[in-house]
């Protein structure tokens, strides 16, 4: 088995590595997490074994991407706040909830990342506890706390 084109490596999850990174670093730097991800993932394409699991590999990446454009964005900014204007725009991905985005973005982070990577990227327990640092239960009891409290804060209509 072989692996795909990288054009349709990214066309099929290019959506999920955005939600991923939406969720993970905000709307204002997602687009540079997303794209650092990518040019991350095309570099070392040419290594990559053909039985990998391409989704949790981009995941993994825009994991990591994300975190690093968060460090940055903290040290741009003295004291590790993000700028006014920067705040103002960071509302989340365009569409029909945006209280939803705003919603995940204050989730604790364990819990943030085990719903963007569960519930956003559909990967398995096991590869979120690999993506978060810790175990397959922990994830679950994450993500489900994650989602008890986006219900509770948002209804469950928001959620249905």
């Known amino acids: 088995m072989s692996l795909p084109p990288f054009e349709q490596v990214v ?12 969720a993970r670093a905000g709307a204002h730097e997602a ?6 991800t990518f040019l991350a993932a095309l570099r070392a394409y040419p290594r990559l074994r053909p039985d990998s ?11 990591r991407k994300s975190i690093d454009s968060a460090r940055a ?7 590790g706040t ?6 103002q725009a960071d509302n989340g991905p365009p569409g029909p909830e945006p209280e939803l985005w705003e ?22 327990y096991a590869q979120v506890a690999a993506l978060v640092g810790t ?7 994450a993500a489900a706390d994650g989602i008890a409290s986006l219900r509770s804060g948002l209804g469950r209509e928001v959620l249905a």
């Open 11 to 22: 066309a099929t999850y290019g959506s999920a590595v955005l939600r991923v990174c939406r």
């Open 31 to 36: 687009e540079d997490a997303w794209s650092e």
């Open 53 to 63: 699991d391409l989704r949790a590999w981009l995941l993994t990446i825009a994991h």
């Open 73 to 79: 964005s903290g040290r741009a900014h003295p004291g």
């Open 82 to 87: 993000a700028a006014p204007e920067a705040c």
């Open 103 to 124: 919603a995940v973005r204050r989730l604790p982070p364990r819990q943030r990342d085990a719903v963007a990577y569960h519930y956003l990227a559909d990967l398995p």
């Open 135 to 141: 175990t397959e239960a922990a994830a679950r009891r």
